[in-house]
């Protein structure tokens, strides 16, 4: 059970790392108006084909974002269902005794200041 929490972790961080970065791949609708992607009329067909690079880079956000919310869900399920739940901390063992705090010291010389009315 352990491993298969860890492929949902892994799985989850991959997932979240892929939408952080198509989203910030993706140009907004404004970022198109006065500007030319490439040089000359069809250079979005270069890599993603006819549709551009939109409808890939939006369809992969989407997909990542489904596995991020799918894995989230998972984790919800796993801890839920398990029966351990927070830190559990009843079989670690003490080995040494906790050092016993120091007492103050018990000699009376502390210094006294001369009283003005004894000179």
Known sequence: ????????????????????????LQHGK???????????????Q????????????????????????????AMVYIHTHSSKHGLDFSDVKQTQQAPKPATPAQNNTTPVAPNPQQQ
């Open 1 to 24: 059970m352990e491993a298969f929490k860890t492929l949902i972790w892994i799985i989850n961080i991959i997932s979240a790392l892929a939408v952080i970065v198509l989203v910030l």
């Open 30 to 44: 404004g970022a198109d108006a006065g500007a030319t992607f490439g040089s000359g009329s069809g250079s979005a």
């Open 46 to 73: 270069g890599v993603f084909g006819s549709a551009g690079n939109a409808n890939f880079l939006s369809r992969s956000t989407a997909i990542a974002a489904t596995f991020f919310f799918a894995t989230c869900m």
